[in-house]
């Protein structure tokens, strides 16, 4: 098929190469801008646009889609279907409606849960024990069009979102394969989303602070569900650590924000929970094993911690 590929980060470059793995024509990515990355602030191109380089594909990357110009662009490649992984922009309708089987976009959730543009983090925070991915042809609302196919991903008990990530981009590639192929034999069929659904909006360093009122199980789906950005953060001492990795404690009767072990490093949560800190990070440092860390910064028995 004549494709037309739109994405942008890490986890649609397998689906870029899957297609063109599949022998499927890529005729034109569409991808966001260069972005200024790093101390040097250097202009760097997006993931998918360096894999479109490589195998010699031309790439576009409009501000948006919505001008017509750029609409009478994207028409001169006469694309039989446009497939829409993690692009981040906006289609018009007018580009909806332009290839003759449609916009097909691969996303990471088992829709209609985890609509919008952190579905992956959101499942982590929120403690679900599965996810996956459903490809599903486009509407004008945010991931509302009629779902296609889908696979499903465990969310094992200390997973992070980055893992998790990992594990979907390839599960995606997959799905957009098998997609395509039922869609070329005529036996793709589309079902329209009913059930409950919730958004996932897109992450801040605003969830960032524990607060460990909460229960231990709480606390660490924030952890790995904000591993690897934008990390869970705590104060102790009056300086920030990011927290990268925790363990569910024992249950304890200790008031929480309290240490209340050492080996291993244990805080104190709520409803009598207790959290064990794993990787921690001090400002300024680097990423490193509790056992570590505190060794050097020695903090002891009964030290608060706290989210403030």
């Known amino acids: 098929m004549n494709v037309i590929f739109m994405g942008t980060p890490e986890f649609a470059v397998p689906c870029l190469e899957r297609l063109i793995e599949d022998g499927h024509t890529v005729s034109l990515v569409v991808t966001q801008g260069d972005k200024p990355r790093g101390r040097g602030q250097k202009l760097m191109?997006?993931?998918v646009k360096v894999c479109a380089m490589e195998h010699g594909i031309a790439v576009y990357q409009p501000n948006t889609l919505k001008d017509q110009a750029v609409?009478?662009?994207l028409r001169r490649y006469n694309a039989?279907?446009?497939i829409v992984v993690a692009y981040g922009k906006?289609?018009?309708k007018t580009v909806l409606d332009m290839p003759p089987h449609g916009c097909i976009n691969v996303h990471a959730s088992l829709l209609p849960r985890y609509r919008g543009a952190?579905?992956?983090?959101?499942?982590?925070l929120n403690g679900e024990q599965e996810s996956g991915v459903t490809t599903q042809y486009m509407a004008e609302g945010i991931d509302t069009g009629d779902m296609l196919l889908k696979s499903t991903c465990p969310i094992t008990e200390d997973m992070t979102a980055g893992e998790l990530h990992d594990a979907l981009s390839v599960q995606g590639a997959e799905l957009l394969s098998d997609t395509l192929k039922a869609l070329q034999n005529g036996t793709l069929t589309?079902?329209?989303q009913t059930g409950i659904s919730n958004y996932a909006p897109m992450l801040d360093k605003g969830l960032c602070a524990m607060d460990f009122t909460k229960t231990a199980a709480a606390l660490h789906n924030q952890v790995r569900g904000l591993n690897p950005w934008p990390t869970a953060t705590a104060k102790v001492g009056g300086k920030t650590l990011k927290i990268h990795r925790t363990r569910v404690g024992a249950p304890c009767d200790a008031e929480p924000n309290?240490?209340?072990g050492t080996a291993p490093f244990t805080v104190s949560c709520g409803e009598n929970t207790s959290l064990i800190l794993l990787e921690v990070q001090g400002e300024g440092g680097k990423r490193m094993t509790a056992e570590d860390f505190f060794r050097g910064h020695p903090i002891p028995l009964n030290t608060r911690?706290?989210?403030e």
């Open 45 to 47: 191109p997006p993931p």
């Open 71 to 73: 609409q009478e662009e």
């Open 118 to 124: 952190a579905p992956i983090q959101w499942s982590v």
């Open 80 to 82: 039989d279907v446009i």
């Open 190 to 192: 589309r079902m329209p």
């Open 258 to 260: 309290t240490v209340i």
């Open 90 to 92: 906006i289609l018009p």
């Open 305 to 307: 911690f706290s989210e």
